[in-house]
């Protein structure tokens, strides 16, 4: 008995209506699926092979061959950029996507059960955020070994703290809620109740949160890959460029600015697409 | 005599840029001077929003007095209310609670508007608010002074916001609501306060509700309003004996006091074994204490006893605070005991064996289901009406799943919902019909006993009715046990065959409802049966009973 087929209860808005009337979450949602397809398309897209040196080349400025210019190996910058896009959405991806489903089984189950179970859970919490983050960061990656690997691990033993406060404070709120003691009343599993009745009315706003959360990440593994602990050469990663580039800014601005840039627009993609979700999901942060 | 507040041709419509609703569609009202107008009308009818536009406190900036005029004592006050609000007329609100400050001492409150319209020095203000206080019916005004809300009960919270309002001497005072949230014991005394200021002081009042059984009994003249229009107005008596329009006609003929009919006495057999037993139930909740300080406790039942009976339906009535909410989820096994039995059918559901208690309460929760009092918070949000019945069909196990969506729509139709329903989010229900859905859920248990806690409270009259039938009908059909929690006790006369009154965690009287109201043996049973809102407009606020002398004190 799902949602059959029945007259609209709504009056259906086409699907470019429903953007027009929000510029911010279609701007975003563009800026973001513009990356994609950069990314996926990387090998079609890109005019060079972005790790081929070519000594003949090098500190190009931008021109018509080069857009973007040529790093200190000769290698095309604009190449590198769009191949970057691939190791970087992974980043901002799977560095989200991981904290975000610990934390909120943790957050779940911390809420539902409460006392020690609750109690136990937030003094780690506390434990994690004791620390700076990036010392921490950079404690794990250095005892796993530098890679990206390692900082997808770091990110999740460390990033899910955020997401565990953000739904238990929801969980302890609705699990009062007479849905939830109607729930427990009708016999149904404890896990029924946790997954299916209160973390749905829960997630939006951790929804929002991976949102700009994604920047963070984004920009953490930048930083890392910055320090030498994450994305190691010659692999194309903004980060790395923008690490590479610093010995010539003098010379030759463009190596830093354009990878740079391109961090700084797929961040602005994804806020925009955190507040419009926001907006559409009624959170209020 | 020209009137004193005079509305004529009043619209106000809500703009956006997508559309225009008209929310008040020309509204022509007049209040004489001194004169007690009462305005009935359900939820969304536009009656608090006449009031709030009067004292241009609109409550949204998309909404505009498109038309219409609104003139107190010939003047026009309409975009000029910054003048008479407060001064001229004073406002009293439903939620005493969320209206007063909850940082500031009742009488600051009251002298800040005593300083603000009548410029007293503080001195001066000081002496006038403890006056005000003591006419509102404060027995130590000194002292509640300087009390802040929290210390106060229901009840005397809105005689505060009552002496705020009647601090600037207003002329009219408007009254939204302002007994709804609270027992029908202290609603009479406010009812009856308001009655006596009109006396004292010569005050025009405007008391907006949705009990007509309230406005029978106070006030001298009745409008009726529905979406947005008034559909009858007039002298109390003449249309209540007569109401010429049909809505009228409903909202009397669904007021729980004129029906007496339903209420034959008990039928039932006690041969066979009652379906609940409960014997010297204790619950006490910890209260305060903190790590080194020692726990109190606060008992919210003392010694319960009490028995019932299949196939009855057993009326559990008494004022906030009373204990039968806790009663209720206690025997659902939602509330620790904290001494006592509770059998539900033979087991033990306070047994000490965890295995015996496990057992009971599996036998517990296959045939017992309850029904909630705020019908939008009693379904989850996610879920739609069809999916909210197919997962409890699917979790009893009784129906096949191929069955799962017929038998859901068949319960649809048991508690008067289209089928149509099933696919829709509860948020696109109305209270109604949120609380039948409820009412199918509960039903989906196939449950021999449904506990409903205040479910008709949160839901207009003609809605009510509606529901009380629908429950009358269900018990009659299946012969289901019934236990129907309420503090409105004209609701449960109707409905309940048994009656339990219970005060301060006791069960204080117990009885056939046909004699338990007819001659009650307690004198609180009798005090609670006085309070009820009568329809009768010659009937006396209270039944004419004097009150016991404040019952309420600060704490």
Redesign the interface.
């Known amino acids: ?4 087929a ?2 609209p ?1 709504r009056p259906r808005l086409s699907l470019g209506l429903r953007f027009a009337r929000r510029p911010m979450l279609a701007t975003g949602l563009c800026i973001l699926g513009a990356f994609v397809l950069m990314a996926v398309f990387a090998p079609v897209v890109a005019p060079y092979d972005p790790i081929l040196q070519n000594g003949d080349i090098t500190l190009l400025p931008p021109s018509l061959a080069h857009p973007f210019g040529t790093d200190n190996f000769g290698r095309d910058l604009l190449s590198r950029v769009i191949w970057g896009a691939r190791i970087d959405l992974q980043i901002a991806v799977i560095g989200v996507v991981f904290p975000f489903l610990i934390g909120t089984v943790a957050g779940t189950v911390a809420g539902f059960f409460g006392g020690w179970v609750d109690a136990s859970l937030m003094r780690l919490i506390d434990v994690v955020l004791a620390f700076p983050f990036l010392v921490l960061m950079l404690s794990i990656i250095t005892i796993l070994g530098p890679g990206l690997g390692s900082f997808y691990i770091a990110m999740a033993l460390v990033g899910w703290v955020s997401y565990a406060r953000l739904i238990r404070a929801q969980i302890l709120v609705l699990k009062t ?3 939830a ?8 599993s404890r896990l ?1 109740i946790m997954f ?2 209160l973390l ?2 829960a997630l939006a706003g951790s929804l929002v949160f991976v949102m700009s959360d994604a920047v963070l990440v984004l920009l953490n593994g930048a930083s890392i890959s910055y320090l030498g602990l994450g994305v190691q050469p010659p692999l194309a990663e903004w980060g790395v460029m923008v690490f590479e580039g610093q010995g010539f800014l003098n010379q030759a601005w463009w190596i830093t600015l354009f990878p740079g840039l391109a961090i700084v627009v797929l961040a602005f993609g994804f806020s925009l697409t955190g507040d419009a979700l926001a907006d559409l999901l009624g959170v209020k942060e | 005599m020209s009137a004193h507040l005079e509305i004529r041709n009043l619209s106000v419509a809500f703009r956006d840029h997508a559309e225009e609703r008209l929310l008040l569609d020309d509204i022509t009202l007049e209040l004489g001077r001194g004169e007690f107008l009462g305005l009935v009308g359900e939820s969304g009818s536009g009656k608090s929003l006449l009031c709030r536009t009067v004292i241009g406190l609109l409550p949204s900036r998309r909404l505009h007095v498109t038309q219409g005029s609104v003139r107190l004592d010939e003047t026009e006050i309409l975009g000029r209310e910054d003048c008479i609000r407060g001064r001229r007329i004073g406002m009293i609100f439903q939620n005493p609670t969320s209206h007063l400050d909850p940082v500031m001492t009742i009488g600051k409150q009251i002298c800040e508007g005593l300083a603000l319209h009548k410029g007293l020095g503080p001195a001066a203000a000081r002496t006038e608010a403890t006056q005000l206080l003591r006419q509102v019916g404060f027995p130590d005004p000194e002292r509640s002074f300087s009390a802040y809300a929290h210390e106060f009960s229901g009840g005397m919270r809105q005689r505060a916001m009552i002496a705020i309002a009647l601090s600037c001497d207003p002329e009219i005072l408007i009254a939204d609501e302002p007994t709804t949230a609270l027992d029908v014991t202290i609603q009479a005394q406010i009812l009856r306060l308001l009655q006596d200021l009109r006396a004292a002081r010569g005050l025009s009042i405007i008391l907006i509700t949705h009990d007509l059984g309230v406005v029978a009994q106070t006030c001298d003249r009745i409008a009726v309003m529905r979406q947005g229009r008034i559909v009858e107005h007039g002298e109390k008596r003449a249309l209540l004996a007569a109401p010429v329009h049909p809505y009228t006609q409903q909202l009397i003929a669904s007021h729980p006091s004129l029906s007496h009919a339903g209420t034959e006495p008990v039928r039932h057999k006690h041969d066979r074994s009652p379906v609940f037993e409960i014997t010297d139930l204790d619950v006490t909740f910890p209260q305060g204490g903190g790590l080194l300080m020692k726990r109190r406790g606060f008992r919210a039942l003392k010694a319960v006893s009490l028995k019932i009976w299949p196939g009855e339906t057993l009326g559990v009535v008494g004022e906030s605070g009373s204990g039968k909410s806790t009663l209720a ?1 206690t025997i ?3 509330n620790p005991a904290s001494a006592g039995r509770i059998l539900f059918e033979g087991h033990d559901l306070t047994a000490t064996s965890a295995q015996l208690r496990r057992a009971g ?2 036998r517990l ?2 045939g ?3 029904v ?3 019908p939008f ?6 879920l ?1 009406v ?2 909210t ?4 069909l699917r ?1 009893r196990g009784e129906t096949p799943p191929a069955e ?2 017929n038998r ?1 729509g068949e319960l649809l139709d048991m508690v008067g919902l289209d089928r ?1 329903f ?3 989010l509860p948020r ?1 229900l109305s209270g109604g019909q949120c609380q039948r859905a ?1 009412i199918a ?1 509960a039903l989906a ?1 196939n449950p021999r006993v449904i506990i409903a806690d205040e479910c008709v409270a949160a839901l207009d009259v003609t809605i009510q009715a509606q529901i009380v039938a629908l429950f009358r009908e269900l018990t009659e059909k299946t012969g289901l046990t019934l236990i129907f929690i309420a503090h409105d006790l004209a609701i449960v006369r109707n409905l309940c065959e048994r009656v339990v009154v219970m005060h301060h965690g006791e069960i204080v009287e117990d009885g056939p409802s046909a004699r338990v109201f007819a001659r009650p043996e307690k004198p609180y049973t009798a005090a609670l049966i006085a309070a009820i809102p009568d329809i009768d407009p010659d009937r006396p606020i209270n039944g004419g009973i004097p009150f016991p002398s404040q019952q309420e004190f600060a704490t």
């Open positions: 008995m799902t949602r059959p029945h007259p209860l809620q007479d849905f003691v109607a729930a427990q009343s009708l016999g149904f029924r299916r009745h749905p009315n | 989820r659902l096994g939602l309460l599996d929760r296959t017992a289901a309850m909630f009092q705020d918070n009693a379904l989850n949000p996610r739609t069809g999916e019945l197919a997962e409890v979790h799962i969506e859901a149509a099933a696919p829709r696109s409820g859920r248990v």
